[in-house]
């Protein structure tokens, strides 16, 4: 089941960061915004954001964990990021060919 949501939530990443007009069209009906301006400068924010295949920055959960860690100084943070980050389903997907077949490049 989490392979298949996978699956979908990458299908959907890609075509939001490949398919500007459709991205803009679903995003217009789900934030139900009648000034367009305001739609595409979401779209301006939120389209880099996402990465395709949709992976984890490592970076950014380690400034997020380094932030837990300033805010509560009496708590023992753990700072490896691979604790809090399994991507083994992502590889395994990568493996079987998936993001080549989405974007199709295999």
């Known amino acids: 089941m989490v392979?298949?949501?996978?699956?979908?939530y990458s299908e959907g990443i890609y075509q939001f960061?490949?398919?500007k007009e459709k991205a803009l069209a679903i995003t217009?009906?789900?934030?139900?915004?009648?000034?367009?301006?305001?739609?595409?400068?979401a779209y301006q924010f939120y389209g880099?954001?996402?990465s395709f295949p949709p992976r984890v920055s490592h970076d950014g959960?380690?400034?997020?964990?380094?932030?837990?860690?300033q805010r509560?100084?009496?708590t023992k943070v753990e700072m490896n990021v691979?604790?809090?980050?399994?991507?083994?389903?992502l590889d395994e997907l990568e493996r079987e060919g998936l993001f080549q077949r989405i974007s199709g490049k295999g």
């Open 28 to 41: 217009n009906q789900r934030l139900k915004q009648k000034i367009l301006a305001l739609v595409e400068e």
């Open 72 to 74: 509560n100084p009496g």
């Open 61 to 69: 959960v380690r400034v997020v964990l380094e932030m837990i860690a």
């Open 17 to 19: 960061v490949t398919n």
């Open 48 to 50: 880099p954001i996402f």
């Open 82 to 89: 691979d604790k809090y980050v399994d991507e083994r389903l």
């Open 3 to 8: 392979k298949r949501f996978l699956q979908a």
